[in-house]
Antibody, heavy 119, light 109 residues
Framework: VQMVESGGGLTQPGGSLRLSCEGS????????MSWVRQAPGKGLEWLSY????????FYADSVKGRFTISRDNVKNSLSLEMNSLRDDDTALYYC?????????????WGQGALVTVSS | SYVVTQPPSLSVAPGKTARIPCGGS??????VHWYQQKPGQAPVLVLY???DRPSGIPERFSGSTSGDTATLVIGRVEAGDEADYYC????????????FGSGTTVTVL
């Protein structure tokens, strides 16, 4: 099982970025997925969840209305579209698999994509 | 919104037992997961659903819940257990679905 994030980078406040996460080694469509971030020197913050079919989606209040999660089960890909970025969105962004056999615990994580929001 | 609290730090001598609390209202009625994160690494799941260990996690890691507190217990602590530990509450009835605690840094003396 492996997840690989991409798409991080530097953007200005108010800008946009799109993160991607490619999953391999498992049947991607059978698993829900989440995005979790970690600001420098801070703790983990769950951001968004999407079911295996893509029909059920949840967001944390901190990103609701600004971030959009989606998935392409043909390409085994998860995405996070981030708009209206703020300085406090600077963080390492992880995608994580949610295991229904483990009460949706995040059993596998990618290595993260760094997003820096700065003028 | 649901609040989950953890002490910022905890120190333990090698060979002793570390008990890391995670507090939340009626947390025993929800599912609690625990993650270990070492510097520069992605988090690793060490316990799920309060007490269950993923494959590959030593039996030294165990958990319990009661009332408003969930606890991660690390027995016979080793130097390699030094890390940040995060509890995570999952509840499908919550709007936010998942809430992380603020994390506890465990230092092995």
């Amino acid at each position: 099982v492996q997840m690989v994030e991409s798409g991080g980078g530097l953007t200005q406040p108010g800008g946009s970025l799109r993160l991607s996460c490619e999953g391999s080694g498992f049947i991607f469509s059978r698993y829900s997925m989440s995005w979790v971030r970690q600001a420098p020197g801070k703790g983990l913050e769950w951001l968004s969840y999407i079911s295996g079919s893509g029909e059920t989606i949840f967001y944390a209040d901190s990103v609701k209305g600004r971030f959009t999660i989606s998935r392409d089960n043909v390409k085994n890909s998860l995405s996070l579209e981030m708009n209206s970025l703020r300085d406090d969105d600077t963080a390492l962004y992880y995608c994580a698999r949610c295991d229904p056999a483990a009460t949706y615990a995040h059993d596998y994580w990618g290595q993260g994509a760094l997003v820096t929001v700065s003028s | 919104s649901y609040v989950v609290t953890q002490p910022p730090s905890l120190s333990v001598a090698p060979g002793k037992t570390a008990r890391i609390p995670c507090g939340g209202s009626d947390i025993a009625s929800k599912s609690v997961h625990w993650y270990q994160q070492k510097p520069g690494q992605a988090p690793v799941l060490v316990l799920y659903d309060d007490t269950d260990r993923p494959s590959g996690i030593p039996e030294r890691f165990s958990g319990s819940t009661s009332g408003d507190t969930a606890t991660l217990v690390i027995g016979r602590v080793e130097a390699g257990d030094e890390a940040d530990y995060y509890c995570q509450v999952w509840d499908s009835s919550m709007d936010h679905l998942y809430v992380f605690g603020s994390g506890t840094t465990v230092t092995v003396l």
